[in-house]
């Protein structure tokens, strides 16, 4: 299975890319994991938030691997269980699917971009640092994926 994550936003602290990358080698064989930074658009000098957005939209409509499912990260975004996720996980396995997580930038992501996703995800009511959401929606998938193979990681 091919999980990919478009992440607008560069330059985390280095704690964020050595807890992504510490769940991502915790994968195994059967799930390929890509983290992809999307470079910000600069506000200022005459850019506001909606062109920002609209400017980072078209960078991450170009990086969604062709024919993904594609999910958005939304604050208004269903909010599901582990284990509810690791069921997504599933029935996207078992289609053959390439899933595309999308996590958009400082002012979020245009209404476009949101109705392109065939679900839309949050991790938590809180608002949350954009590194972190790499971190947990990281930790998450992994999650899932040890819920399906019964792995003791994940505890009810």
């Known amino acids: 299975m091919n999980i990919t994550v478009l992440a607008v936003g560069t330059k985390m602290p280095r704690w964020v890319d050595e807890a992504v990358g510490e769940y991502a080698k915790r994968f195994g064989r059967d799930i ?3 983290l992809k930074e999307i470079k910000p658009e600069k506000r200022g000098a005459g850019v506001n938030a909606a062109q920002g ?11 969604i691997p062709q024919g993904a499912f594609l ?11 582990s284990v509810e996720l690791a ?3 599933k029935n996207w396995q078992q289609n053959g ?13 245009t209404d476009h971009l949101k109705q392109q996703a065939r679900l839309s995800i949050r ?3 809180l608002t949350l640092p954009h590194g972190m959401v790499r971190v947990l929606l990281t930790e998450q998938l992994y999650r899932a994926v040890s819920i399906l193979n019964n792995h003791p990681y994940h505890r009810e």
């Open 32 to 34: 390929h994991y890509t």
């Open 53 to 63: 957005m609209a400017a980072e939209e078209k960078r991450i409509l170009e990086a």
């Open 71 to 81: 999910v958005v990260l939304d604050e208004r975004g269903k909010a599901p269980t």
């Open 87 to 89: 069921g997504y996980l």
């Open 97 to 109: 699917e390439h899933i595309c997580f999308v996590i958009g930038g400082a002012d979020g992501m």
């Open 123 to 125: 991790l938590s009511s």
